[in-house]
């Protein structure tokens, strides 16, 4: 059963109700971000209930010993961890000497809690009667900037109900925080200082072994009844802790209110001697401007975005919801400003997965981001697997590669491997073919070749060289095969010629020797250049071909399939149809061993192949090969319900394909999974933009020339979508017996529809 408490709204995601057992999980769906930070939708006030407590700084982490049974050469030393940064929201109130926690209140009534997709804010209004009888309304509006990325501000409101109060705010930074998630429970922070200045106050803390130095910062203002007040506050403090208590006399039905203005300055952008100076500009700026002021930029910027990243849909208000739930995450979590960061599975909003970059930004994001964004976002996502090439080299080294073989890691914060499970940090290899078809894909979509030819090349040599040498020749196939591996079904490990893996090397060797070419030929300093520093042989040329033409795959002529790997017909083959309801999710309800030991499928394995290489395959093909391991498939990955989706469209079953899309849209909306309290699925929610654009759409390249098979599910009345393309925004609608295409700019555009090309004036 999928929870079911959000409110349906087109712009908002809405809670009624107040539920001690789904706070953590709404501390998820409510959360907030800018794409330099971000935080789970914790209380300001205090609250003694279960809590997931998570404020969190892009780019700042900390090397987590990694914590194994055994030692293995090669292992990674250690799991890389997003940081509980010092928590700079948190606000003490007392109310007549007593302490607002709504976990000890008689009463919460009319609770309800918004996140305002369409202008960037996070709201919670609430009645409730604490235990000295006192009621009280409380509201509260917070925001974190997109116009100032290192200050957030918040709107804390309380009315008296029932007599005249005394009201003490405590707005305070603390450092003194911990991680949900720790391999062994180390200090991930050390204080450097404590400090004030006027109502200003300001910690400056360092991450230990990693040296990140960040100052938290907090300012606060008081009003009552609209008016400012002139209050001198009262500092109290610990080793770790800073606070300024502010205490208003307030009659019954006066509303007063504290706005704090806080955030964290980083050494990743400034000085670590200038952090404190740095945040006092920033709120010199804040206080300048005021709430309301730096609100309606907030919603400005926000309107800038949405105009060219919404998808509408009419007709259908959960599907509605739920596309424009994740557009916003995914712009919260990263807007491509910075080529150092990139796009962890959790985002902001959790610390599961380290929040670390997976190949899930190559297969999934990439996408979102080159057609939504401007082609220099899409472009740092690739330099920032450039910069790391040095560190795949000696990733694979560590393995026992040699000669510039690279293997990108699995899990990385910084270019080094950092994830903690055998099977993944040794065999799920496939993430090199990832990268590779990034830079394909890259090229495909936006025509910029010199990304190839100036950088991107160097990485293609490097991941063939990889592929190179882990092929092994099997003399008895007479076929270069790949042996022990796990490919994107996490199900079954330590297996032989996943067909995904061994045609995904396939690919990138041949994709290596075409850009060789390319470049020799047509680059040639570029090329000299290159040669040079990578040490390239021309003989390594005839080694990838060799390899290319003899892969191994393995194949059943009884079910005309490519298997997923060798030993796949060798399971009791009993459909997901056929497994009790009360055993899924298998992954908390099975042993490992019974799971290993099964058909199950994770999410697209062999399909995720007919995904990336559908140009290869025919739609016959793609229809066998979905009817056979569908029926297998658990979709316990995040990842596994939008390729479904778009494939289905592709075959034309919308029913089926809409019935994916409602899952990877509402996939932490309804909690699918039952793990929403540990953090959204940020990477997967650029699948859900791609089942609409590239499913219901049928968007894709062709030859340079953006070509579209439009459907559209029977639920919806219409759809809409905008995708920039080599400079030109086109907006595509979608209705039951019409499509129609607009596009801003100053030439026609040439665009393939249903296989036949036409041409769309400008608009303007």
Known sequence: ????????????????GFQPSRVKSSESLFSIGNGAMGQRANFEEDYSGESFQGSYIAGVYYPDKTRVGWWKNGYPEYFAKVLNAPNWIGIHIKINGENLDLATCKTVSNFRRELHMKEGWLSRTFQAELPNGIQIEVQTKRFLSLDIEELGAIQYSITPLNKAVTITYAPYIDAGITNEDSNWDDKFWELVDISTIEESAFIHTHTMKTNFHVCTFMQSLVFSDGK?????????????????????????????????????????????SQLQKAAMEVVSQATALGFDALLEKQKQSWASIWDMADITITGDVKAQQGIRFNIFQLNQTYLGNDACLNIGPKGFTGEKYGGSTYWDTEAYCLPFYMATKE??????????????????????????????????????????????????????????????????????????YSYISEKGLEVLIGIA?????????????????ILGVTGPNEYENNINNNWYTNYAAKWCLEYAITNIEKVKKEYPEDFTRIIAKTKFKASEINDWEAIASAMYFPYCEKHNVYLQQDGFLDKELISVADLPKEERPINQKWSWDRILRSPYIKQADTLQGFYFFEDDFTELELKTHFDFYEPFTVHESSLSPCVHSIQAAKLGRMEQAYEFYLRTSRLDLDDYNKEVEEGLHITS????????????????????????????????????????????????????????FEQEGEKELEIIVNEQRISIPPSV
Request: proline fraction near 2%; glycine fraction near 6%.
């Open 375 to 448: 082609q220099n976002v899409a472009r740092n996502l690739l330099e920032y697997r450039y910069s790391q090439l040095d560190k795949a080299i000696a990733n694979a080294e560590k393995l026992g590669f040699h000669s510039g073989a690279a293997l990108y890691p699995m899990v990385t914060m910084n270019g080094e491997e950092c994830h903690n499970e055998w099977e993944i940090t040794f065999q799920e290899i496939h993430r090199n073919a990832a990268i590779a078809y990034a830079i394909f894909n890259y090229h495909r979509y936006t025509g910029d």
């Open 1 to 16: 059963m999928n929870q079911n408490y959000i409110i349906a709204k087109e712009w908002s995601v809405v809670e009624e």
């Open 685 to 740: 929610m650029a699948g859900t933009w791609m089942s609409i654009v590239e499913g219901f759409g049928g968007m894709r390249v062709k030859e340079g020339t953006l070509s579209f098979t439009p459907q559209i599910p029977k639920e919806w009345d219409a759809y809409s979508f905008k995708v920039l393309f080599r400079g030109q925004v086109l907006k595509v609608t979608v209705e039951k017996d019409n499509t129609s």
């Open 465 to 481: 060289r990889f592929w190179k040498q882990r092929a092994t020749y099997s003399t008895a196939k007479k076929k270069y095969v």
């Open 228 to 272: 400012k007040l002139s209050l001198q506050p009262e500092k109290t403090g610990t080793t770790h802790k800073i606070a300024f208590h502010y205490t208003i006399d307030t009659p019954k039905g006066v509303t007063t209110t504290i706005y704090k203005f806080g955030g964290y300055t980083v050494d990743r952008n400034h000085e670590k």
